[in-house]
C-alpha cells in the first residue's frame, strides 16, 4: 500500500508541472490533471500500471491529443520504476474521447508524433521544468 501511494505521489508530481501548449499554466493550475486523475494499480513485482485520466479545459479541445502525448512522454522519462502507462481522456468530457484514446495509448502513433521535429519541439517546451 505504501508503495502504491509513493508512486501515485511520484506519478502526479510529475504531469502537476507539465505546461499547456497555448497557455502559460500548467495542467494542473488549468485543471486539466488533479489529484484524482492519477490512479496506480501493482501489476508484478515491482511494476506498476499507471493509468491517467485528464480533462480538457473544453469539449472540442483541439490540442487534447497532445496534451496526452505529453503526459505520455514526461511520465515515460520521468517514472523512477517499472511501469505500464494508461492515459485517457476522463469520460463525457471531449467530443472525440475515443479516437484520442486511442492515438495516445498507440505505440506506433507516439513514436511517429515524436519522430516529427515541429511537434517534438512543442512537446518539449511543455514537459520541460522552467529554471
Same mark, same amino acid.
Given at each position: 500500500?505504501? +508503495? &502504491?501511494?509513493?508512486? #501515485?505521489?511520484?506519478? *502526479? ?5 507539465? $505546461? ?45 491529443? +497532445? &496534451?496526452?502525448?505529453? #503526459?505520455?512522454?514526461? *511520465? ?5 520504476? $517499472? ?49
Amino acid at each position: 500500500r505504501f +508503495l &502504491i501511494t509513493t508512486a #501515485l505521489s511520484r506519478a *502526479l508530481d510529475i504531469i502537476r508541472t507539465i $505546461r499547456d501548449p497555448e497557455k502559460p499554466n500548467t495542467l494542473e493550475e488549468l485543471e486539466v490533471v488533479t489529484e484524482n486523475c492519477v490512479e496506480v494499480q501493482e501489476i508484478g513485482e515491482d511494476e506498476y500500471l499507471v493509468i491517467i485520466r485528464f480533462t480538457p479545459t473544453v469539449p472540442h479541445c483541439s490540442l487534447a491529443t +497532445l &496534451i496526452g502525448l505529453c #503526459l505520455r512522454i514526461k *511520465l515515460q522519462r520521468c517514472l523512477p520504476f $517499472r511501469h505500464k502507462l494508461e492515459i485517457y481522456i476522463s469520460e463525457g468530457t471531449h467530443s472525440t474521447e475515443e479516437d484520442i484514446n486511442k492515438q495516445i495509448n498507440d505505440k506506433e502513433r507516439v513514436a511517429a508524433a515524436m519522430e516529427n521535429p515541429n511537434l517534438r519541439e512543442i512537446v518539449e517546451q511543455c514537459v520541460t521544468e522552467p529554471d
